[in-house]
């Protein structure tokens, strides 16, 4: 069964400084992967997505994320983070042949410090 | 507008009391879900509307929650009977068809305590 991982459940960063979320997925074949922010008191906002070519897919407000078969990750990163980053994210994998569930990991809670 | 819209955004309610939650789609998306978030948690899956099939309700944590879905567009979720452990966020998301590669759009949710 498809599973998403994201080990990190809280990660503290400062402001001007480099970011990298984790995700892990469990799937055999390429899945489709999507990376979701939520700031407080809203739904989940599509950063980028991933369904195959360039492994390196670039997404709004200035995110980016990297797929690596090998080890089956699709980690998120930002160059230089902005106190508006502060939220909470979500890497998910769309539904495969035969399903229609996307899986979401159990989310990464960014605090960004002035 | 343009994006999903939940009405109403936040519901206090009494225990016991019935509440209705409404979810208006993204036009010509034909898919459909309802997820439940717990402070701190993850999404969970509740029913998964695609067109006019039967929706899949196999996320529905019990017999109290049902979900329909009227002509294809507008969804309505109930909760008879709440209990405090019903108190979450409620997210709607609707895509453009159930094909792994369409991306969901949410709405912003209906915050719902119960009391």
């Known amino acids: 069964a498809q599973s998403v991982t994201q080990p990190d459940i809280h990660i503290t960063v400062s402001e001007g400084a480099s970011l990298e979320l984790r995700c892990n997925y469990s799937y055999g074949a390429t899945p489709y992967l999507f990376w979701y922010v939520q700031s407080p008191g809203q739904g989940l906002q599509l950063l980028l997505k991933?369904?195959?070519?360039?492994?390196l897919v670039q997404g709004i407000k200035g995110f980016e994320a990297e797929f690596k078969r090998s080890q089956s990750s699709f980690n998120l990163r930002k160059p230089s983070v902005h106190w508006s980053d502060a939220a909470e994210y979500f890497c998910a994998v769309g539904p495969t042949s035969g399903t229609y569930k996307y899986i979401f990991g159990t989310g990464t809670r960014l605090k960004v410090l002035a | 507008g343009a994006g999903v819209s939940q009405s109403p955004s936040n519901k206090v309610t009494e225990k016991g009391k019935d509440v209705e939650l409404r979810c208006d789609p993204i036009s010509g998306h034909t898919a459909l879900y309802w997820y439940r978030q717990s402070l701190g948690q993850g999404l969970e899956f509740l029913i998964y509307?695609?067109?006019?099939?039967?929706?899949?309700k196999s996320g529905l944590p019990s017999d109290r929650f049902s979900a329909e879905r009227t002509g294809g567009s507008v969804s309505t979720l109930t909760i008879q009977r709440t209990q405090q452990e019903d108190s979450a966020v409620y997210l709607c998301?609707?895509?453009?068809?159930?094909?792994?590669?369409?991306?969901?759009?949410f709405g912003d949710g209906t915050r719902l305590s119960i009391l």
């Open positions: 991933y369904f195959s070519g360039d492994t």
């Open positions: 509307f695609q067109g006019n099939s039967a929706p899949d």
């Open positions: 998301a609707s895509s453009l068809g159930y094909l792994g590669n369409q991306p969901q759009h």
